[in-house]
């Protein structure tokens, strides 16, 4: 335990969440405004962090991932910090107080089967470059 607690493993979370956090800031900024609404930055942000997660859990699985602290940095730090359920939640309910119920079923369905489906396609990617070269 003392061993993840130390300064670098410390600092590569906190590093990767601000750069995370950053980068769905900029995607909000980029793409909330094309379908009003649809928050599409925070569901580019969850599909592209479920394929993010997905790759990386198939280095992990492959043993071509080892150091903890890029683990850290990149999961929990940057994926953290880049997908958020927190807002996925609120913009949820909003369209639901909105009775936008349409809107929140494809919203809802989208961030879930999309992230699902994104991870399993990192995984599949990264599981298909390695057979092939």
């Known amino acids: ?57 198939a280095f992990i699985a492959f043993g ?4 903890v602290g890029m683990r850290l940095f990149i999961i929990t730090g940057f994926l953290g910090g ?11 309910l909003t369209l639901l107080q909105k009775h936008e119920y349409c809107w929140a079923a494809i919203h809802v369905s989208s961030h879930v089967f999309g992230a699902l489906l994104m991870a399993a396609i990192g995984y599949a990617l990264v599981q298909y470059l390695r057979n092939t070269y």
């Not at 880049?82 to 949820?92: I, V, Y």
């Open 1 to 57: 335990m003392n061993n993840l607690l130390n300064f670098t493993n410390i600092l590569a979370v906190g590093l990767g969440a601000a750069l995370g956090a950053w980068g769905r800031w900029a995607l909000n900024l980029l793409f909330n405004s094309l379908l009003p609404n649809l928050p599409l930055g925070t569901l580019i942000a969850n599909l592209s962090g479920g394929l993010i997660m997905g790759v990386v859990l």
């Open 64 to 67: 071509s991932f080892e150091p």
């Open 82 to 92: 880049l997908t958020t359920f927190s807002a996925f939640t609120g913009e949820s």
